[in-house]
């Protein structure tokens, strides 16, 4: 399974974010899928996830801002990112599951700055 995340960018306080993930190899063994981030000189924490039935979870520090979705005919992860805080920014990565294993993408940059 390989995965491309796109849509960071550098965005105001209070602004809004859509990052995608897009998913291709062997997709079908795809369980759940999710976002972890990291910060300059933090450890990297969970997100948002949602399984393949559309359960989602998020980290309290979000809720309320943050809106995982998923298209599974496009193979693709989103992860909405309203009423944006500086301390948002980090590296976004987002992961796929199969039975056996946790992929990862390469990790798409979000800076929050006035």
């Known amino acids: 399974v390989q995965l491309q995340a796109s849509g960071g960018g550098l965005v105001q306080p209070g602004g809004s974010l859509r990052l995608s993930c897009a998913a291709s190899?062997?997709?079908?063994?795809?369980?759940?899928l999710g976002w972890y981030r990291q910060a300059p000189g933090k450890q990297r924490e969970l997100v948002a996830s949602?399984?393949?039935?559309?359960?989602?979870n998020y980290a309290d520090s979000v809720k309320g801002r943050f809106t995982i979705s998923r298209d599974n005919a496009k193979n693709t992860v989103y992860l909405q990112i309203d009423s944006l805080k500086p301390e948002d920014t980090a590296v976004y990565y987002c992961?796929?599951?199969?039975?056996?294993?946790?992929?990862w993408g390469k990790g798409t940059q979000v800076t929050v700055s006035s």
């Open positions: 190899g062997i997709i079908f063994s795809i369980n759940n």
């Open positions: 992961h796929a599951d199969t039975e056996r294993m946790r992929y």
């Open positions: 949602i399984t393949s039935g559309g359960t989602t």
